[in-house]
């Protein structure tokens, strides 16, 4: 059986039916814009309707997906492999939308389980790297709704009454938001996002005018809307309930401080490492590192040492053995939900 190794990997953006992608080909040296807004970061997921389009492809030519179902120890570990399986539970994305992300939604596992026959939904978190003055996500209705006023604004294609419809929320960069499945969402336009989700690309759309896509063709995750609207949360989101799903560390002063609420936790894990000329330790496990500022040092028990600098983002495989981070650098570390986290209640 191979060992997995640690990987620097390569820009991994695709064309999409949104335009952006500039600050990520800036930050990664990657292709940019203009319509890739998104970049996979070790990726085993993909792109929905097709078979390949997303995956992280390895150096000897391999898919990262085909290698963790052929070595999952080594992958993930033993304790997550007795849980999860051979999935690594996450996909991490970056966002970088030149137009607004338009209305939509994510099933959630049990509609999931119950509609489409896998056992995620899309559950996500949004962590803020940039945002321009007054930058705003809507996030879940702002009153409740009934289904027969969300299905006839959609037939109607009606914009402006599903973006009103929306809390509005200012965000700053060094903020995580956790975005529960079924809540209706929005990004405004020039924020630069981290994400973490499920390993899905599960979207129903509820408007798409100006955007590159036919909604009423490809906007239900070919269930139909009278169906695809069921996985939809038409209760209220109070501005406390929002609240609740942010977590800032703009003034946190800390080396390492969660970027994530406790919600967060059945679904994966979110951290912001300032080593400060420190050593961050960690025990073995599947991490995605990106670097965000600075340089330093990724040490590991097993397989090496590797410099990190800003722009850089790295797998660290189980098999790696312990590791640390070190150096004048910021890192963002994306992992696995715990082999001991709580059960999803969705």
Same mark, same amino acid.
């Given at each position: 059986?191979?060992?997995?190794?640690?990987?620097?990997?390569?820009?991994?953006?695709?064309?999409?039916?949104?335009?952006?992608?500039?600050?990520?080909?800036?930050?990664?040296?990657?292709?940019?814009?203009?319509?890739?807004?998104?970049?996979?970061?070790?990726?085993?997921?993909?792109?929905?309707?097709?078979?390949?389009?997303?995956?992280?492809?390895?150096?000897?030519?391999?898919?990262?997906?085909?290698?963790?179902?052929?070595?999952?120890?080594?992958?993930?570990?033993?304790?997550?492999?007795?849980?999860?399986?051979?999935?690594?539970?996450?996909?991490?994305?970056?966002?970088?939308?030149?137009?607004?992300?338009?209305?939509?939604?994510?099933?959630?596992?049990?509609?999931?389980?119950?509609?489409?026959?896998?056992?995620?939904?899309?559950?996500?978190?949004?962590?803020?790297?940039?945002?321009?003055?007054?930058?705003?996500?809507?996030?879940?209705?702002?009153?409740?709704?009934?289904?027969?006023?969300?299905?006839?604004?959609?037939?109607?294609?009606?914009?402006?009454?599903?973006?009103?419809?929306?809390?509005?929320?200012?965000?700053?960069?060094?903020?995580?938001?956790?975005?529960?499945?079924?809540?209706?969402?929005?990004?405004?336009?020039?924020?630069?996002?981290?994400? #973490?989700?499920?390993?899905?690309?599960?979207? +129903?759309?509820? &408007?798409?005018? !100006?955007?590159?896509?036919?909604? @009423?063709? =490809?906007?239900?995750?070919?269930?139909?809307?009278?169906?695809?609207?069921?996985?939809?949360?038409?209760?209220?989101?109070?501005?406390?309930?929002?609240?609740?799903?942010?977590?800032?560390?703009?003034?946190?002063?800390?080396?390492?401080?969660?970027?994530?609420?406790?919600?967060?936790?059945?679904?994966?894990?979110?951290?912001?490492?300032?080593?400060?000329?420190?050593?961050?330790?960690?025990?073995?496990?599947?991490?995605?590192? #990106?670097?965000?500022?600075?340089?330093?040092? +990724?040490?590991? &028990?097993?397989? !090496?040492?590797?410099?990190?600098? @800003?722009? =850089?983002?790295?797998?660290?495989?189980?098999?790696?053995?312990?590791?640390?981070?070190?150096?004048?650098?910021?890192?963002?570390?994306?992992?696995?939900?715990?082999?001991?986290?709580?059960?999803?209640?969705?």
């Amino acid at each position: 059986m191979l060992v997995a190794q640690p990987i620097k990997l390569a820009a991994n953006q695709f064309d999409h039916f949104y335009k952006g992608g500039q600050k990520i080909g800036k930050l990664r040296n990657g292709p940019g814009g203009p319509m890739r807004p998104e970049e996979w970061l070790g990726s085993t997921t993909t792109r929905f309707g097709s078979t390949t389009q997303g995956l992280t492809i390895l150096e000897d030519g391999t898919t990262l997906k085909e290698s963790v179902l052929t070595n999952p120890e080594s992958w993930l570990g033993n304790a997550h492999v007795n849980r999860y399986g051979a999935s690594v539970e996450l996909l991490v994305k970056l966002l970088d939308p030149a137009q607004r992300l338009p209305v939509h939604f994510h099933p959630s596992r049990n509609f999931a389980k119950q509609h489409l026959g896998v056992p995620h939904g899309k559950t996500e978190a949004w962590i803020v790297l940039e945002a321009p003055q007054d930058a705003w996500v809507g996030m879940g209705f702002e009153s409740k709704m009934s289904l027969d006023v969300v299905k006839k604004m959609v037939a109607a294609e009606d914009t402006t009454g599903l973006i009103d419809s929306l809390n509005k929320r200012t965000v700053k960069a060094g903020e995580g938001i956790f975005v529960p499945a079924g809540i209706p969402h929005a990004i405004m336009e020039g924020i630069f996002i981290l994400e #973490l989700q499920e390993p899905t690309d599960f979207s +129903i759309l509820l &408007e798409w005018e !100006g955007f590159a896509v036919d909604g @009423k063709i =490809d906007g239900h995750l070919n269930l139909g809307f009278d169906l695809a609207l069921q996985a939809l949360q038409l209760d209220a989101l109070s501005k406390g309930e929002v609240e609740k799903l942010v977590v800032s560390t703009q003034q946190d002063s800390s080396l390492m401080a969660s970027m994530l609420p406790v919600q967060a936790e059945p679904y994966f894990r979110s951290h912001v490492l300032k080593p400060r000329g420190a050593s961050l330790e960690f025990a073995p496990g599947f991490s995605i590192l #990106l670097a965000i500022l600075g340089k330093g040092l +990724i040490q590991t &028990e097993k397989q !090496g040492n590797f410099e990190i600098s @800003k722009g =850089d983002a790295f797998i660290i495989p189980n098999s790696a053995g312990a590791w640390s981070v070190s150096g004048q650098i910021e890192v963002l570390l994306s992992r696995p939900p715990a082999p001991d986290a709580p059960m999803s209640s969705l």
